[in-house]
């Protein structure tokens, strides 16, 4: 997760520019299920009640914890281009990716 490579700015990816999906103020919930494993690079999130389990990178595991800090979509991108300068230019998509796919799999909820 979090590999692909594009051209967009933290906020131009359609994902941050769609109301229905997310804006740059949203916030997230864990899923209390979820617990977390530490695997050499990899973290592996399960929840033994869904027989479910999820290998995250560093990248959408720093997400994870973001999203478990109460972070907006926006305090998210920020923390990430400063923590990776380097890599500025494709932080909104591996953001909105990791988001994508952490709201898909259930690890995470929109908060009210």
Not at 23 to 41: G, I, M, V
Not at 46 to 57: D, F, H, I, M, R
């Amino acid at each position: 997760m979090l590999r692909h490579s594009a051209k967009a700015r933290s906020t131009d990816h359609p994902l941050f520019q769609t109301a229905k999906t997310m804006n740059t103020t949203q916030r997230f919930t864990l899923n209390p299920d979820y617990k977390a494993e530490q695997f050499d690079d990899e973290v592996l999130l399960y929840a033994v009640s869904a027989g479910q389990g999820v290998y995250l990178n560093e990248t959408a595991f720093l997400v994870w914890e973001m999203c478990g800090r109460g972070l907006s979509a926006a305090e998210m991108a920020a923390q990430l281009e400063a923590a990776y300068p380097e890599q500025q230019e494709v932080i909104g998509d591996e953001l909105a990716a990791a988001l994508d796919s952490l709201l898909e799999n259930g690890i995470i909820h929109p908060a009210p």
